[in-house]
């Protein structure tokens, strides 16, 4: 396991990379790269889909509307943002918050894996079928596999994934509000059956 130094050091030198990124379309219509946020030290990831209109101004994932309900969320699940690790597949914003498409997600991935690669979280949380599908690397129908914890390898790391919807459908519907509650709320026990840290990597 590398030093918390040393993965600061890489990590700074990946987002360096990120903020001048032109790899796919994306970088000209954003404001800026959103990068990842979060301690080093992490042992949990939360992966969303892409910053929206708020993210690409403020630079910071999961800030605007959306952000604020993941918070409540996580305090649900007994979790604290400040100690999660928080990225997104595609770090530039798409146009009028359209689906990332699959070219943009693949250019990324050298990001999204540098990221899982370098902080190697134990549990990595799929906000959204986007999320999932691309860490999965298959078809995820969301509302079938919502609230699964499975194992993944991902940037050849091993960890266990949650996957859940993208906190965004809670404020288009309260029937997604409802299970995103309960998937937190299962997340919180899971954790807190495993000591916080999901085992067998
Ligand atoms: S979305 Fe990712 S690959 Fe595309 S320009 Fe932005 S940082 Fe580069």
Known sequence: ??????VEKVLRQLRSEAEICRRCGLYRTRTNVVFGVGPASA????VGEGPGF????????FSGAAGKYLNNLLHEAGLR???LYVTNVVLCRPPQNRDPLPDEI???????GGHISIIKPKLVVA???I???????RYVGISREHGNLLDCTYAGAKFKLFLTYHPAAAL???????KLQADFKKLGQILRQTGREPQDR
């Open 106 to 112: 693949e250019t990324c991935r050298h990001f999204l």
């Open 43 to 46: 042992r949990i990831m939360l």
């Open 172 to 178: 288009y519907g309260a029937e997604a509000k409802q």
């Open 127 to 129: 906000l959204g079928r």
């Open 131 to 137: 999320a999932a599908r691309t860490l999965l690397g």
């Open 1 to 6: 396991m590398p030093e918390k130094g040393e």
């Open 81 to 83: 943002r400040e100690d």
């Open 54 to 61: 708020t993210e690409d101004k403020t630079k910071i994932p």
